[in-house]
T-cell receptor, first 113, second 115 residues
Framework: GQSLEQPSEVTAVEGAIVQINCTYQTSGFYGLSWYQQHDGGAPTFLSYNGLDGLEETGRFSSFLSRSDSYGYLLLQELQMKDSASYFCAVRDRRADSWGKLQFGAGTQVVVTP | EAGVAQSPRYKIIEKRQSVAFWCNPISGHATLYWYQQILGQGPKLLIQFQNNGVVDDSQLPKDRFSAERLKGVDSTLKIQPAKLEDSAVYLC?????????????FGQGTRLTVV
């Protein structure tokens, strides 16, 4: 089966940098995604890593190390609107379940003034 | 471009009653997912379709939950009979195609309360 581990909560002040780590276990790995979800809202896609390395999208960056089964999401220049839950999600690749998309439990990011 | 549409937005039922949720994915999206999200937890995949075929339903409680995607477009998820622990938000998502798309688009969800 699959399992994903990420911290339950992170608190930081406006303007700071936050790193959310995600470790995963899966029998077949295709890529790691990150989603943001505000209270009462739908998850929205932030980034995807299929290969090792860093992907940068504005204030958000995501990193993947396939050999370590590890990735992280980096939030820079934190703003109040970044207060939300952040989920890592693994897309697996196996003969019987190509592309199944499984989510972690989520990290609640609280941004304070 | 219209997003993923779900209905109803809210539903309150008594335990042992049945309920159905409807999802209309983004036009042209071959992959459709149903997730259950209990308050404070991550979305749990219930079933994943590719066109009108099931890719994975290993976490779907098949004694009470059923889902179908007729003609590879709209989908319905049914619970019969409902239990108190089924209280959750049911999210539908779609992707262009499993093999080429890395992004899933989510609907606003149906919040189910079982009393």
């Amino acid at each position: 089966g699959q399992s994903l581990e990420q911290p339950s909560e992170v608190t930081a002040v406006e303007g700071a940098i936050v790193q959310i780590n995600c470790t995963y276990q899966t029998s077949g790995f295709y890529g790691l995604s990150w989603y943001q979800q505000h209270d009462g809202g739908a998850p929205t896609f932030l980034s995807y890593n299929g290969l090792d390395g860093l992907e940068e999208t504005g204030r958000f960056s995501s990193f993947l190390s396939r050999s370590d089964s590890y990735g992280y999401l980096l939030l820079q220049e934190l703003q109040m609107k970044d207060s939300a839950s952040y989920f890592c999600a693994v897309r697996d690749r196996r003969a019987d379940s190509w592309g199944k998309l499984q989510f972690g439990a989520g990290t609640q990011v609280v941004v304070t003034p | 471009e219209a997003g993923v549409a779900q209905s109803p937005r809210y539903k309150i039922i008594e335990k042992r009653q049945s309920v159905a949720f409807w999802c209309n994915p983004i036009s042209g999206h071959a992959t459709l997912y149903w997730y259950q999200q209990i308050l404070g937890q991550g979305p749990k995949l219930l079933i994943q379709f590719q066109n009108n075929g099931v890719v994975d339903d290993s976490q779907l409680p098949k004694d009470r939950f059923s889902a179908e995607r007729l003609k590879g477009v709209d989908s319905t998820l049914k619970i019969q009979p409902a239990k108190l622990e089924d209280s959750a938000v049911y999210l539908c998502a779609s992707s262009l195609d499993i093999q080429v798309s890395t992004e899933a688009f989510f609907g606003q969800g149906t919040r189910l309360t079982v009393v």
